[in-house]
């Protein structure tokens, strides 16, 4: 086991609106050094030193969900103040601008430009431990950028939010840093945007890589 | 850049026991399952799978315990299944900690049952396993392979291969093929089996049945399987993850 660091755990509330195993996803924060709280208190979101948000399931029933507690209200409230968040699997898909499945569009929140469409590859959905190719300046990803994570999909954002932004003429003050993974075509593993992160795969399910993964977020709060 | 073909090490438990036997009978007392799943997790093991064979609810419900105490203790993917019958039994594991369910029985009654899943959780949870036999004389299928239940005591005369395929279409996020005829013996996967439900399937596969050697995970990993589960040559020890790993790597294989 790793040797946490002392002095005060840093505060993480896993946002609780209903979607999926949130267990894991508690026990692997706690693991990684935080005071992990399962909650959709307004309150509790808005104080706490970093949020997750995490999502299994259909897009649009996860966005139906997340709505229905105001995590839209809650995120974007949080990122005015420059305050963490971590999205993950569908709670990455959630942050881009739209989701599409069996041909019905449903919005997103719209942080990132891009689609989350079905994955073109002979065998979906996509389960199972692959590789990423990790940019430079990663945070996240450090010291384990060689590593594989434990992702279960059927749907990806196969376009760079990144490309898309500079395409419409904006120059964000830091532009999304995109890692990717391939499963029959390249899509987005994983953003780090500023006080905004977000993972495809479950980094709560990838043994100690996803681990290292959590502890470098927990640590970066 | 591909994904690792997957290990999956299979507990069965019984009110709380790991167990396994021959054919699903002779039960042996294998062990304690969180430990077993931690030792698997430390192994390098890539998911972990509980079957939940007990027959009293008593013995369900235990279950339930064994699998949160083994999602506080195992950051690997978990598994479970063995006698789920509604989307309520699904969201109970799901809560419980289990991150996929395993539908058998019921799904073959009541088809619709992995649509609601999938629909209320995704396709991604629903495992439909599959107790799949060679067709005694008398009971022929088109594809030569039937459907069991009841542990492979029962024939359904449903042709197995069809049925997966169905299964997959009706929203299943994964195939688990168990052949009864190999199950427990260690004399090698049904290969043949596997490679007719490869040809249909584009969901991920998982061959299961009869490992012994790690010759015969190599063998069944070149029908193109995703994933291949075995539980009786882990819990006795004759097999550790890592052996099998190295001899897939060595036949070319991606592992983790």
Known sequence: ?221 | MSVALRVIPCLDVDAGRVVKGVRFEGLRDAGDPVELARRYDAEGADEITFLDVSASSDGRATTLETVTAAAEQVFVPLTVGGGVRSVADVEALLRAGADKVGVNTAAIARPELITDIARRFGAQVVVVSVDARRCPAGTPTESGFEVTTHGGRRGTGLDAVAWAAEAADRGAGEILLNSIDADGTTAGFDVEMLTAVRDVVDVPLVASGGAGRVEDFVVAAATGVDAVLAASVFHFGTLSVGEVKDALRAAGHVVR
């Open chain 1, 1 to 221: 086991m790793p040797v946490e660091t002392p002095g005060p755990r840093p505060s993480v509330v896993v946002l609780d609106y209903g979607s999926g195993n949130t267990h894991s996803a508690v026990r692997a924060l706690e693991r990684a050094g935080a005071d992990v709280t399962l909650t959709s208190s307004p309150r509790a979101v808005a104080a706490a030193d970093g949020l997750v948000v995490p999502g299994v399931g259909a897009f649009r029933a996860v966005m139906e969900q997340l709505l229905a507690v105001r995590g839209d209200q809650l995120i974007e409230r949080r990122l005015a103040g420059g305050r963490p968040v971590l999205g993950i699997c569908v709670g990455l898909q959630i942050l881009f601008t739209e989701g599409v499945e069996h041909g019905e569009r449903t919005d997103g929140l719209g942080q990132w430009p891009g689609s989350v469409d079905r994955l073109d590859a002979p065998i979906v959905p996509h389960m199972g431990w692959s590789p990423v190719r990790v940019p430079e300046g990663s945070v996240l990803f450090e010291g384990v950028e060689h590593e594989r994570f434990y992702f279960v999909h059927s749907y990806g954002v196969q376009t760079d939010p990144a490309a898309a932004l500079a395409a419409a003429g904006e120059t964000p003050l830091s532009p999304p840093l995109v890692t990717w993974a391939e499963h029959g075509s390249p899509f987005v593993a994983a953003v780090e945007n500023g006080p905004l992160s977000a993972t495809q795969f479950h980094p709560e399910k990838s043994g100690d890589a996803g681990a290292r993964l959590l502890r470098n977020w927990v640590q970066a709060l």
